[in-house]
């Protein structure tokens, strides 16, 4: 596998202290910073479909032309197998196999290349209930700069992980410049849309990421994440219906774009690659207000 454009060393840093025996805290490095690429982070509710909208977003960016990094940040550590057609190693097990020290690490331990070139990342996590995935999430863009990925991509991917209140949920916030949500047409996942507003409003007190809009996924129709959008200041940027071959692509271990061409599934490619045009050119950021929850409870649910 060739994905290293550079033939980089990493350098030799002092590490960091050995945590406590069964945990592995997050340790933030607010000098951290990704670099000139554009960083998007994708959020949204656990099965909303956060992977295969990060997945073929990639793909679409690549067909652009532009040199792509997805980093999928759940210790399921599944965001990226439809590109590279194998659970890729993830990075705390390639730091726990080299006992954390990242100079012995070559790219190709921790990075694979998938489909149409594009260079994919599964952070992992600690193992259950012994530490923080905010963590893991800064050991990956550690790794990254110091084998110098970073200089050579135009976009970075985030897939991150439905829950609100990690860690891992709120360190790729550090690095993004634009959070998209991905939500479909109904209560829960519009609930948790709005929580997912509310801290991403509450980071960019600290953070520059701002929202950059609003996905409708696995929906035949928008009118109650509209309808939300419009409360509470958000856009929908991007509409793909519920269909079977979206299903079958990832039984299949595939992007949309490898799929036999239908009529119906080049209206999606075709919408991906829209999306990607959109948000490469820069969409205006969204400066939305969360609802309370009690108050989005009574806005919701009715005709």
Known sequence: MNIAIRNPVASRQP???????GSVQVELDPTLKIGTAKVFAV??????????????LSVAFSKLGK???QIGCDPKHDSTFTLTKRLAP???DALEAVQFHSEELRIEDFVAEGYNGVMCVEAGGPPAGTGCGGYVVGQTVKLLKEHHLLEDTDVVIFDVLGDVVCG?????????DQALIV???DFDSIFAMNRIVAAIHAKSKNYNVRLGGVIANRSAKTDEIDRFNAAVGLERIAHFPDLDVVRRSRLKKSTLFEMEPTPELVAVTDEYMRLAAHLWAGGKPLAALPMKDRDLFE???FD
């Open 183 to 185: 939500t479909a047409n």
């Open 90 to 92: 993830t990075v705390i």
């Open 299 to 301: 806005f919701l649910g």
């Open 67 to 69: 040199r792509v990094l």
């Open 43 to 56: 959020y949204g509710k656990g099965g909303i479909g956060k992977s295969t909208t990060s997945s073929n």
């Open 168 to 176: 891992g949920f709120a360190s790729p916030l550090q690095h993004a």
């Open 15 to 21: 590490q960091a202290p050995r945590q406590p025996e």
